[in-house]
Nanobody, 114 residues
Framework: QGQLVESGGGLVQPGGSLRLSCAAS????????MRWYRQAPGSERELVAS????????NYADSVKGRFTISRDNAKNTVYLQMNSLKVEDTAVYYC???????WGQGTQVTVSS
């Protein structure tokens, strides 16, 4: 059974930065695409960013393009989401996902507020 554990969330002012991490265990992380989603209160879960095996591709939601960067370190079984120029509307719980295996993390709260 695989497991994903997110970390790095917190409270940040508008314009600030955070880096989220997602540590994978129990499966061959390097062989799978990975994704970051987010869900704000009262909203549906939204796909934020995707990264292919070996970082062969990266894709971003229009709302975060140019501000967020997804990356992975297969040696550490970890996928990252670097978030810069954060906006109030980025406030949400952020989830890590392995779509092929159906694994989800527990989520990490990101709050952008002055």
């Amino acid at each position: 059974q695989g497991q994903l554990v997110e970390s790095g969330g917190g409270l940040v002012q508008p314009g600030g930065s955070l880096r989220l991490s997602c540590a994978a265990s129990g499966f061959a992380f390097s062989m799978y695409d990975m994704r970051w989603y987010r869900q704000a209160p009262g909203s549906e879960r939204e796909l934020v960013a995707s990264i292919g095996v070996g970082a062969s591709y990266t894709n971003y939601a229009d709302s975060v393009k140019g501000r967020f960067t997804i990356s992975r370190d297969n040696a550490k079984n970890t996928v990252y989401l670097q978030m810069n120029s954060l906006k109030v509307e980025d406030t949400a719980v952020y989830y890590c996902n392995c779509p092929t295996r159906g694994h989800w993390g527990q989520g990490t709260q990101v709050t952008v507020s002055s």
